[in-house]
């Protein structure tokens, strides 16, 4: 797009020239701005269990975003600082892990993965998308966790009412949920603004459908077939689950 602008220097082009240079040169300034803007969003996971996050980061859209340089995760091994054998998560090491983690990245926001936190919704992710703030995530366990590490974090976060034995599969959630809203992932720019749970956090999309129109007697609604955007566009309306 920008090739040729200087083969020659600045004095040989006319004043037409330099000022088409120089629009050309503000608009590489701009891109390259919103590219520092969005590039590695850093996503630090503290566990006990960091090679669960292998397959994870490595996959999918999390690899992508990766790849693309828009998010650089890594996973803090509790056990390098002296986590005891104890079931429950002592204060001392989590600490550590997380002024450790701060080290990397000081403005990153401490979400701590715990029954008592609120209760993750689509709207949050969205909103922590569009910070785009650096995380750092601690994964609690099941035998729970010195209550005096919640005040070094920032919000208390729960993805259900059930029990896991760990905070890592929480925090895969999180991150996925997340990262797939940030700018460049999906690749399309309204890709994820035609989803479940997008207007309220209640809401899931209509159902899909793909060829054959019929398959072993089941046949595609009539409507998605006939080509009338309007009428696709109730009908996906109407049949969405509220």
Known sequence: MYEGVLLFPLSEYNIYEKAQISYILYQILIEVSIWYIIYEVKIQIITLFPEMFDGVFGSSMLW????DNIVEYS?????DFGIGPRMLLMIE???KAVLFAKQQDDS?????????GHIWKQSKAKSYADR???????CGRYEGYDERIVGLVDEQICVGNYVLTG????????TDSIVRLLPGVLGGKTSAEIESFVEDDQTVEAPQYSRPAEYN????PEVLLSGNHA????WRQLNAQR
Request: charged share 20%; no cysteine; hydrophobic share 50%.
């Open 93 to 95: 090491p989590l600490s």
């Open 75 to 79: 996973a803090i091994n509790l056990r």
């Open 217 to 220: 007697g089941q046949i595609v």
């Open 167 to 174: 905070g890592e599969i929480p925090a895969m959630i999180v």
């Open 108 to 116: 990153a926001k401490v979400l701590l993965m715990t029954p008592r």
């Open 64 to 67: 992508k975003a990766s790849k």
């Open 132 to 138: 785009g703030e650096g995380l750092i995530i601690i």
């Open 231 to 234: 009428e696709i566009a109730k």
